[in-house]
């Protein structure tokens, strides 16, 4: 066995000063991994099946699934919620007692963005020893082993316990129609979940993300007098843009989220994600909207959280305009304890399959997590194969073997889980 350890300079616990856990470049990382490329071939189908968010709906992918769930002998997948943004439900029972495992992945995407790609980003390529496409990370991959690792254990069942696989709609867009909406009218019930989101930083599989960040997403609008651009000297006039501008900086710059002080990652702001305002060339700006966030840690509160940015904002509005602030999601930030049963059965997994045990830590972005958490549900954030900084990401890749690790990996953790319980 192998493991994390501090690198050298680094403080004991291997964070540098940001809090980020900085891997060992000496570890070595030996593997046991099944050579089966069907996971591969069901990343592929699942990629070509389009499903941008917001833009597109999940029906095509879903029935894409549904089709793979008949080639594997799986169940018909349940679907329950908006016809046109489906979550789709599998379970399969392997006897009375035992553990209630939930393997969870959703089914959307980020668009497609922008950037220029250098594959094309709606057909999953291989590059070397990478697949590349939207949604290979994140988290189609994933869903591409949990749908084979169902069949493994409908196949070889464990003598007790129960899987339940949850393919869930909207998670990239604030859940309405995914998770958030199964906590609020068709709560699962499970012992424990696994997300299937891309939890390596540096490599495969270097962290075992006892909690995720929560999000919260505010606008800030500024309105001013519009008029003619060319008296604004002569009479003063406030823009509208340039104030929004200036609390863009000034909030990264200066404001300070209040949080507790014992969380190994602290808040991210990233304000200004999008920029409107103005008309034309002459027309001095009436009005402009910031759309910001700010990655929440646990034990933030949504009162304190916009009380202490609405002083901080309001002390740096000019005469001449007025400014809001509206909090548009506020999704709670979760944690499980390092010793629950499924963290457990999570490191035996990685030792097993991949090899290493990593380090416990915080997945840094937001997950359904917490809506797993509202329903009662404990939950690993992100254990998935990938690097986070690919999701999102122009030239969005997954490695080969990482993918192929995923299956064998859910596999012996279910099975792990469901004869153990919880």
């Not at 999000?215 to 008029?227: K, Y």
Request: hydrophobic content about 40%; some cysteine; glycine content about 10%.
């Amino acid at each position: 066995m192998s493991e994390l350890r501090p690198a050298a300079g680094l403080p004991a616990d291997g964070r540098d000063a940001g809090g980020l856990l900085v891997p060992d470049p000496a570890v070595t990382r030996p593997s046991t991994v099944s050579t089966e490329p069907a996971v591969l071939e069901l990343t592929r189908r699942l990629v070509a099946a389009p499903s941008q968010n917001p833009g597109e709906d999940e029906r095509s992918v879903a029935a894409v699934v549904d089709t793979i769930c008949a080639e594997l002998g799986l169940p018909v997948p349940q679907r329950v919620g908006e016809p046109t943004r489906p979550n789709q439900l599998i379970e399969l029972s392997f006897g009375s007692s035992g553990g209630r495992l939930l393997l969870c992945g959703h089914l959307d995407t980020k668009p497609v963005g922008e950037g220029r790609w250098s594959t094309p980003p709606l057909t999953a390529s291989q590059v070397g020893d990478e697949l590349r496409g939207r949604g290979v990370v994140d988290m189609k991959g994933a869903i591409a082993a949990m749908l084979l690792s169902a069949a493994d254990l409908a196949a070889d069942p464990p003598p007790r316990g129960s899987l339940l696989l949850a393919l869930v709609a909207d998670e990239e867009d604030g859940a309405r129609f995914g998770g958030r909406w199964l906590a609020e009218n068709h709560p699962l019930t499970a012992d424990a979940a696994v997300i299937g989101e891309p939890g390596g930083l540096f490599d495969d599989w270097d962290r075992l993300h006892l909690g995720s960040r929560g999000i919260c997403n505010f606008d800030i609008e500024v309105t001013t007098d519009q008029g003619h651009s060319s008296l604004r000297d002569v009479f003063g006039m406030v823009s509208a843009t340039e104030v929004a501008a200036r609390l863009i900086v000034a909030i990264r710059d200066e404001f300070t989220p209040p949080c507790p002080e014992d969380q190994p990652w602290r808040p991210t702001l990233t304000p200004g994600v999008v920029i409107e305002g103005g008309i034309n060339y002459g027309v001095l700006p009436g009005f402009a909207r910031v759309r910001s966030e700010c990655r929440l840690v646990s034990g933030m509160t949504e009162n304190e959280f916009v009380a202490a940015l609405k002083a901080f904002v309001a002390a740096r509005v000019p005469d001449g305009a007025e400014v809001a602030v509206t909090v548009r999601d506020w999704i709670d930030a979760t944690r499980i304890e390092s010793d629950h049963a499924v963290a457990v059965a999570a490191r035996d997994a990685l030792e097993h399959v991949v090899g290493v045990v990593p380090a416990d830590d915080v997945f840094p972005a937001t997950t359904d997590a917490t809506w797993l958490a509202a329903m009662g549900v404990p939950t690993l954030p992100a254990l998935g194969p990938g690097l986070l900084r690919h999701a999102h990401a122009v030239d969005e890749r997954v490695g080969m073997v990482a993918l192929r690790q995923a299956r064998d990996l859910y596999t012996h953790l279910a099975r792990r889980f469901c004869e153990l319980g919880s």
